[in-house]
């Protein structure tokens, strides 16, 4: 299963956004500075997750984005799923009831699908931000 860079994206700009909360909308431009990415691609990821209830923008000279709400509530799942669709591990085929093998192996694949988005359900922007702070922490110690 691959992630798209959509999927992946977004959560950047999610934990960006969790990251430098600080009651203020944060830009576009800024965002795009920190995360090296094109604000075109991030304004079309923006604007699904808006739609999404993800995050509010506000318009003007010191307009921007923020969450709509606080970071434990986001899980990796849901992101991925709002931005991506699905979280499919492998095209499954169509159960065939003279092809026993058909079934065992789509059957592996819906397991499979079931504990990947029980893993990225389970992680969210405030776990990401945890790991980021103590990351940095380390390096500052180094």
């Given amino acids: ?26 830009n576009v431009k800024t965002i795009a500075q920190r995360q090296d ?7 079309q990821i ?4 808006q739609k999404a209830g993800f995050v509010v923008s506000t318009r003007g000279y010191h307009g921007g984005y923020h969450l709509t709400g606080k970071p434990e509530n986001y899980s990796v ?3 991925l799923r709002t931005v991506d669709g699905p979280l499919i591990p492998a095209n499954q085929q169509p159960e065939n009831e003279n092809k026993p093998i058909d079934q065992v192996v789509n059957e592996l694949w819906i397991n ?5 988005e029980q893993t ?8 990401l931000m945890n790991s980021y702070n103590e990351k940095l922490c380390f390096n500052y110690m180094i």
């Fill in 1 to 26: 299963m691959l992630i798209s860079s959509r999927g992946q994206y977004a959560i950047r700009i999610l934990l960006d956004l969790a990251l430098h909360e600080n009651g203020e909308a944060i």
């Fill in 37 to 43: 990415l094109s604000e075109k691609y991030m304004e």
């Fill in 46 to 49: 923006l604007s699904v997750l």
């Fill in 77 to 79: 799942g849901k992101i």
């Fill in 112 to 116: 499979l699908q079931g504990k990947i």
């Fill in 120 to 127: 990225l359900d389970a992680v969210t922007l405030l776990d």
